[in-house]
């Protein structure tokens, strides 16, 4: 806890069961709890209470975002990604390279073509 900034909690309320820490790295027999008096959490040994720590996840309680505010996240990152390659894509000087791609790729000269007008041989013993 720096500056005493700990969440929101009640006088004497237990954080967590097993300390993390404790200032004599003695072991804790009791919950670390916290003491409106103090800015840190305190627990008690064999011998007499001492300050202690929990870890992150005892001291923030974490709840799962909702349905339609994660969708929204999603939405907006897609239409930046999406805006942004178009934007790109599309620039004069890409578009060139793209003409050249599709010419190249969709476009190409496949020799000469097998459909003729030459009249076709009728010599085949195929039907005979």
């Not at 804790?28 to 305190?42: E, G, P, Q, R, V």
Request: include cysteine; charge should be negative; hydrophobic fraction near 30%.
């Amino acid at each position: 806890m720096q500056n005493g900034q700990i969440g929101k909690f009640e006088d004497g309320e237990a954080i967590c069961r097993d300390a993390t820490w404790t200032m004599l790295g003695e072991t804790c027999t009791s919950t670390c709890n916290y003491h409106k008096n103090s800015t840190l959490l305190a627990c008690e040994t064999k011998e007499t209470p001492i300050y202690c720590d929990c870890s992150c996840d005892d001291l923030v309680k974490l709840e799962k975002p909702s349905a339609p505010a994660m969708t929204i996240g999603y939405l907006a990152q897609s239409m930046v990604v999406v805006i942004v390659g178009i934007n790109m894509g599309l620039r004069k000087d890409y578009m060139e390279h793209w003409q050249g791609f599709c010419k190249k790729r969709f476009f190409r000269d496949h020799g000469p073509s097998s459909v003729t007008n030459a009249p076709l041989p009728f010599d085949s013993r195929a039907y005979d």
